[in-house]
């Protein structure tokens, strides 16, 4: 069931949500959280479609924030506030309130986001792009006890990370981070199979890729040993190697598909490290809402102290430029004889 509501208020859209609930048979309330998304009419959709999918497995209260930008100096001043409300089967397994913010409204979304809450539920903002530099002190994340980033949709991803260390609160998460889950568990899992310690490590993987990034930061933090950072055509993450002092452990995926673990005296196994949909990894990011201290010491770690950081090269000058302005210079002076 969708209700449409055009200029309309909180209240009025809690009432929409009551009486929807009402008509499609479930009145009681069986939400388990409640998920903030800011986002813009261009990304909507997808942030829509992979929130509902996430929850089925956590079924939640859905509010959408799209800040309208105003075309005229009279619209910026004007006040409005548009929703669509959906319940049912058009809302997933929860209830989905799509809010769009005009005017003067877009500076204060958090009081219109506030009334329409899960009373005593946790709430989550997530931010699929154009996250603010400090989610935790934003006024909508400020109601929120975690805050979900994705540095993969900057600009710079690298510097992204760097923004994301400065002013990390507890609660704050990214999903660049979430994509790595799989490769942590499995080298993990290698690791406890080999009792040498692990002298150095070599990460592979595309240019700008903050999972890429965040993978080398873990190994670096956690096994204190030098981690390089190297580049390849990808996709995403393409291989892992550790060297230890009985061999190395490689973990490859070339395809984004299927990875092969080898290990020195052991057959190479196939590993299954697909690359996730959106929704997977915000599923999984539901699943527990307390501080992640692993990947607040990972992106405090830094970048910048990686080897081999692949960075652009300034441009040569051509091979026979400095001779040919030199016989240049010479003709002139000769011509001026």
């Known amino acids: 069931m969708k209700i449409d509501l055009t200029e309309t208020t909180s209240s009025k859209i809690n009432q929409a949500l009551v009486s929807a609930r009402r008509a499609i048979g479930t009145p009681a309330i069986g939400m388990v959280l409640t998920l903030v998304i800011v986002t813009d009419e261009e990304n909507a959709y997808d942030a829509l479609k992979s929130a509902g999918d996430a929850s089925r497995e956590h079924?939640?209260?859905?509010?959408a924030v799209i800040k309208r930008v105003s075309r005229s100096p009279r619209s910026r001043r004007d006040a409005r506030l548009d929703a669509e409300v959906r319940v049912g089967s058009d809302a997933g397994t929860g209830e989905t309130v799509v809010l769009r913010l005009h005017g003067e409204l877009v500076n204060h979304a958090q009081s219109v986001v506030l009334?329409?809450?899960l009373p005593d539920a946790p709430v989550v903002v997530w931010w699929p792009e154009d996250a603010p530099a400090d989610p935790a002190k934003d006024p909508l994340?400020?109601?929120a006890q975690r805050r979900i980033t994705d540095a993969y949709s900057a600009e710079h991803p690298g510097e992204e990370l760097a923004v994301r260390a400065d002013s990390y609160t507890p609660g704050d998460t990214d999903l660049a981070w979430t994509r790595i889950t799989p490769w942590r568990s499995m080298l993990a899992a290698s690791l406890d199979q080999q009792s040498a310690k692990v002298v150095s490590a070599t990460v592979e993987g595309e240019s700008e890729n903050p999972s890429c990034e965040l993978l080398a930061m873990w190994l670096a933090d956690r096994l204190k040993v030098p981690v390089e950072?190297?580049?390849?055509?990808?996709p995403g993450l393409t291989a892992v190697r550790m060297e230890t002092k009985n061999g190395v452990i490689v973990l490859d995926r070339p395809d984004g598909s299927l990875a092969t673990l080898s290990m020195q005296g052991q057959p190479d196994r196939a590993v299954a490290l697909k690359r996730r949909e959106t929704a997977e990894l915000l599923a999984e990011e539901l699943r527990r809402l307390d501080p992640d201290n692993t990947y607040a010491a990972t992106v405090r770690f830094?970048?910048?102290?990686l080897a081999g950081q692949a960075r652009p090269k300034p441009a040569?000058?051509?091979?026979?430029?400095?001779p040919a302005a030199a016989k240049k210079t010479a003709a002139k002076k000769a011509a001026s004889k």
């Open 229 to 234: 950072r190297t580049v390849s055509a990808g």
């Open 115 to 117: 009334p329409l809450l």
């Open 141 to 143: 994340g400020a109601l």
């Open 59 to 63: 079924p939640s209260r859905i509010i």
């Open 316 to 322: 040569e000058p051509a091979a026979d430029a400095a």
């Open 302 to 305: 830094g970048v910048a102290k």
